[in-house]
């Protein structure tokens, strides 16, 4: 739970929502 709020804080900031794309195409993968 605490990785996922720390990554929508992320998301929030612009340019930021890539790097946690980029994290869940990683994980998928």
Do not use: C
Request: overall charge positive; cysteine-free; glycine content about 4%.
């Amino acid at each position: 739970m605490t990785a996922a709020k720390k990554e929508s804080r992320l998301a929030a900031k612009p340019g930021a929502k890539k790097v946690v794309v980029k994290k869940m195409s990683h994980k998928n993968i």
